[in-house]
């Protein structure tokens, strides 16, 4: 695709005008929301949204989510809201909730690539809010990154990836949460959690009873649930294995994986390095700050490209609230689980 000059805006309020006024025209602006940057154009605009595929190789089957500023303008593109949706609305919006219902057909169809079911969000930035209402559209943004790469969770991700094809970055710093919404099928009966994120399965069920989990391992031949499901993700290019078990099976892997004379990096908490008394690991954070583990995960992904290293042997870490999220995007990134 042509080359351009991608801008930078910081936030002020002209800069968002602008920001504004180029999505009005068709063109491509990333921004910041809660959980990392989105790769936004307008939902209507069915040239502009291809162009968001072209941007970041992203395979056409891969439906977007669409973003919005007010709620009030959800009923001009999905046929029913049920009452379960209503309620998760008033809960977790704006935040990182992303609730599947039924399209009306309105919004461009490459946007849902052809399903009959779009996702909506109102994410909880200040910049994206002030975005996408000064730009008073729908914002289809799939996550500012080439596909396959991790999540962009600062402008300059975003700039390392995307430079060039795109119009500009609304630079906001680094995001919060740090990975990507809760992608939430409101379309059946039970909702199911198709991708876990900001929003737990706990929090969820407080507000609306019993919710589904899709499974993260198909069997063969079944199609997904979530198309983006079966598309591997996150990788950085050293193969990474999550080592189950303690101290000790990590210390082992590490001897053996040398042996072979690979060059072996870590990817654990600060309470490993200390066991395994290595200064040098990438270290996520404290085992008991799952939420700070998160927010560093995808910076530590990428990290791993500037790197000389073989192989990298990651932590496994409770499953529990946020860290369900953090596992399932630490699985998807890695090659081997070593048990
Ligand atoms: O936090 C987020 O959700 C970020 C920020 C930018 O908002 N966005 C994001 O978008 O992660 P993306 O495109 O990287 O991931 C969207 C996921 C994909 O797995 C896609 O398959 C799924 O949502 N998805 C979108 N629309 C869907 C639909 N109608 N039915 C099922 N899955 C859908
Ligand atoms: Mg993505």
Redesign the pocket.
Known sequence: MAEQQTKIWKNSNKHIQEAAELLKLGKLVS?P????????ADATNEQAVQDIFRAKG?PSD??????IGTRDVLKQYVSDVPPKADQLMDAFWPG?L?I??P?NGTLAPN???G?????M?M?DHPH?LSLLQASKLPVA?????RSGKP?PTTADHVYHDLNGRIAGIVDGGPTG?G?????L?CTLATPMI??P??VTKAELEAMIGPVDVASSVLEKGEA??????K?KHYAPDAPIWIVLGGEARMRQVAEQAAGGGRKVQFLISKERAQELGIKDALILGSRSQPEEMTSKLYELLREIDTMDVDVVLAESFSKEGIGEALMNRLERAATEIIE
């Open positions: 921004f929301t809660e959980t990392v940057y989105g790769l936004g992203r891969n439906p977007l989510i669409v973003h990182p992303t599947i219902l399209s946007v849902t690539a399903l009959d079911t779009v996702g969000r994410p994206a943004a799939p996550s500012a990154n999540s949460v990975v990507e919404s809760t992608v099928d198709l991708r994120g900001g997904p649930r979530s198309p983006g499901m598309y």
